[in-house]
């Protein structure tokens, strides 16, 4: 992705005066919202989330699967896992969505690419964005701009009752490579079976997808103030290598950027995770 040109602009004050450290986060579910106040970015990454990015100051600047980089002023959403790098020389509000619940509307609209919105759909993402910047980032305010953001979408297709038992008790299960075949079989289908009904459901690997959960259970680790070799073993990876190559390529950052991260979390959504 080619430099971006950092843009010195003042903050709107309304805006901007409410947050206080560079970067924030706060986890509702397996969603949640995160904010950069300055310029900042992503590496090439893909997750199991629906990414909804609204630019506060300044473009944002996108390398999808496909295609050259392309600059744009106005919000992005990329569908679950689609691969991706993102910049902005200034603010930005993220909102992730899960592709089997709330955002199942905007997965259906993003399903294998970045969309630029417009119109309505983009009006309503920068007013909910500011809205969360005006009052503050909370559990609540979070919820709200989730609620928001998904509202801008139409209802996404039912998803195979089958497939989403399999993720709920992979979900649970400890950390590591799960044995995806009774998970399968559980539920009268075949490994291949059931790694197809994903795929077709949310178009990448259900592979990802455990991957995704792992990082996530080591990302958690790492929020309660856990060194990063107890969070990589938390996760059933390796080595510390291994989860900073995981956390890379799922979350587009390192571990270290995670760590300076503000976190908001209420309790009873202790053990969601979500970062950029």
Not at 2 to 10: C, E, F, N, P
Not at 79 to 84: E, F, I, L, S
Not at 85 to 110: D, K, M
Not at 219 to 246: S, T
């Amino acid at each position: 992705m080619r430099r971006l040109r950092r843009l010195r602009r003042s903050r709107p004050r309304d805006v901007l005066s409410s947050v206080t450290a560079l970067e924030h986060t706060a986890l509702v579910g397996h969603g949640g919202v995160h904010i950069i106040e300055g310029a900042g970015g992503t590496r090439r990454h893909a997750l199991h989330l629906v990414k909804l990015v609204v630019p506060v100051e300044g473009p944002l600047e996108i390398e999808a699967e496909v295609g050259r980089p392309f600059e744009v002023s106005a919000p992005v959403l990329t569908g679950a896992g689609v691969a991706h790098s993102i910049g902005s020389p200034g603010a930005t509000v993220t909102t992730f969505l899960a592709p089997e619940g709330l955002g199942a509307g905007a997965q259906a609209a993003a399903r294998g690419r970045v969309l630029v919105l417009e119109g309505a759909q983009a009006d309503r993402a920068r007013a909910a964005a500011r809205d969360v910047l005006r009052g503050g980032l909370d559990h609540a305010a979070t919820h709200a701009l989730m609620k928001a953001c998904a509202g801008a979408f139409a209802g996404g297709p039912p998803v195979d009752r089958r497939v989403l038992r399999a993720m709920r008790r992979l979900a649970e299960q400890a950390p590591g490579r799960p044995a995806l075949g009774p998970l399968a079989a559980a539920e009268g289908l075949s490994r291949s079976r059931l790694s197809h009904l994903f795929h077709g459901a949310f178009g990448h690997p259900l592979r990802d997808y455990v991957t995704f959960l792992r990082v996530r259970t080591a990302i958690g680790a790492l929020m309660d103030g856990a060194p990063l070799a107890q969070a990589a073993l938390a996760g059933g990876f390796h080595d510390q290598a291994h989860l900073a190559r995981a956390i890379v390529a799922t979350l587009g950052r390192t571990p270290g950027s995670i760590a300076r991260s503000r976190f908001v979390q209420a309790e009873a959504t202790a053990g969601a995770m979500v970062i950029p």
